[in-house]
């Protein structure tokens, strides 16, 4: 069963996550962040990994502990739920229009973090959410993840189509690198013996 729980609690979040990697894309997100709220949905819905999460965070503050935390427990989660990565993909990627906007992402589950971020938002908020917290999400997601994860926006001027766009671009590759391999015969996707 390639299932996880994660639970995270500091003096600024409380946070729970599971995933279940070979579902069918459910979710049940409540953070107390909206628009974060509606990405997460975004990410659970197009990777086809069903995901719960619930936050508990220091919103009087800003969205900024909310945001990471839920990256850095959904990145523990899927990393967990993975294993070992014997016969999986390991490489994923996506060229993802969403009207004016096109998002390439790729990346390997290499337990190797790298974050390579080359988005530009033309504004700073969609509705109250801090643009700047895609990045924090994507950091925490790859870091605790062991996630190598390259996300670009090739166009777009409108900065909800550009975060949207992100999110499923990581979904769709997530997806694609979580798959069991059906050639590979349980064989782990490197020439190292070891991920």
Do not use: W
């Amino acid at each position: 069963m390639r299932r996880a729980e994660i639970t995270r609690n500091t003096t600024e979040t409380q946070i729970s996550v599971s995933v279940d990697l070979d579902g069918t894309g459910k979710y049940d997100i409540k953070t107390g962040v909206g628009f974060f709220d509606h990405m997460m949905e975004q990410l659970a819905r197009h990777s086809m990994i069903d995901i719960t999460a619930r936050a508990n965070g220091d919103l009087h503050i800003d969205d900024h502990h909310t945001v990471e935390d839920t990256g850095i427990a959904l990145g523990q989660a899927i990393k967990e739920a993975v294993g070992d990565k014997k016969g999986i993909n390991r490489y994923g990627s996506c060229l993802l229009p969403m009207d004016d906007t096109l998002v390439r992402a790729a990346l390997d589950l290499s337990n190797r973090p790298f974050l390579h971020f080359d988005m530009t938002f033309p504004s700073e908020k969609i509705g109250t959410f801090d643009t700047e917290l895609v990045r924090e999400f994507f950091q925490a997601l790859s870091t605790h993840g062991g996630i190598t994860l390259n996300i670009a926006c090739l166009n777009g001027f409108n900065s909800h189509h550009i975060a949207e766009a992100a999110f499923k671009a990581v979904a769709r590759s997530l997806r694609q690198a979580v798959e069991p391999d059906p050639r590979a015969a349980g064989a782990l996707p490197s020439t190292k013996g070891a991920l």
